[in-house]
T-cell receptor
Framework: EAGVVQSPRYKIIEKKQPVAFWCNPI?????LYWYRQNLGQGPELLIR????????DSQLPKDRFSAERLKGVDSTLKIQPAELGDSAVYLC??????????????FGAGTRLSVL | QKEVEQNSGPLSVPEGAIASLNCTYS??????FFWYRQYSGKSPELIMF????GDKEDGRFTAQLNKASQYVSLLIRDSQPSDSATYLC???????????????FGQGTILTVHP
């Protein structure tokens, strides 16, 4: 069974440019998460989806970040415009619905973003 | 105070020794606790979870939970060089509303096992 798939693996852009990341969760997992991981830190949640609904986006910088999850499967995270401080690894994770299970999250390989 | 705090590293142990990784959390209502291992440049992978007070063993790994002290630890017995990685403690919120099920991670502890 395929795990969480993310693309691209690496992205280098200049500041003020837009960038988008794509995630395909594990089949059957209807909860999807986007995290940002800065160097030397643990992942920090940006947004969580249950099916198509964003149930927790309180940590998403909405002035420049946006996300969507069409049809409750794949998801895209966008940054426009990117700033130097956005350089980080962006991780996608998926799990079964939290309620009724431990909600174990499985992570993709991540996208390493460098903003120059 | 950080919500989830791990012992500062890096931690260096000789091969064959016991590595002890510690984590404290601030939300007393938290119910589930996870340990992820992250190799350099790779994604976090789950190695243990625990939700009852006491010890839980899985091979060379033992997770320990003390909810009264808001403390969770991971012991790695017979440490191997392949255990060298960053270990992330994560705590799952049981609060209502949008925070339900949210995982909060500690900053991670770098473990090096030297031959």
């Amino acid at each position: 069974e395929a795990g969480v798939v993310q693309s691209p693996r690496y992205k280098i852009i200049e500041k003020k440019q837009p960038v988008a990341f794509w995630c395909n969760p594990i089949s059957g997992h209807n909860t999807l998460y986007w995290y940002r991981q800065n160097l030397g830190q643990g992942p920090e949640l940006l947004i969580r989806y249950e099916n198509e609904e964003a149930v927790d986006d309180s940590q998403l910088p909405k002035d420049r970040f946006s996300a969507e999850r069409l049809k409750g499967v794949d998801s895209t995270l966008k940054i426009q415009p990117a700033e130097l401080g956005d350089s980080a690894v962006y991780l996608c994770a998926s799990s079964l619905v939290p309620s009724g299970s431990l909600g174990i999250q499985y992570f993709g390989a991540g996208t390493r973003l460098s903003v120059l | 105070q950080k919500e989830v705090e791990q012992n500062s590293g890096p931690l260096s142990v000789p091969e064959g020794a016991i590595a002890s990784l510690n984590c404290t959390y601030s939300d007393r209502g938290s119910q589930s606790f996870f340990w992820y291992r992250q190799y350099s440049g790779k994604s976090p992978e789950l190695i243990m979870f625990i939700y009852s007070n006491g010890d839980k063993e899985d091979g060379r790994f033992t997770a320990q939970l003390n909810k009264a002290s808001q403390y969770v630890s991971l012991l790695i017995r017979d440490s191997q060089p392949s255990d060298s990685a960053t270990y992330l403690c994560a705590v799952r919120s049981n609060a209502g509303g949008t925070s339900y099920g949210k995982l909060t991670f500690g900053q991670g502890t770098i473990l090096t096992v030297h031959p």
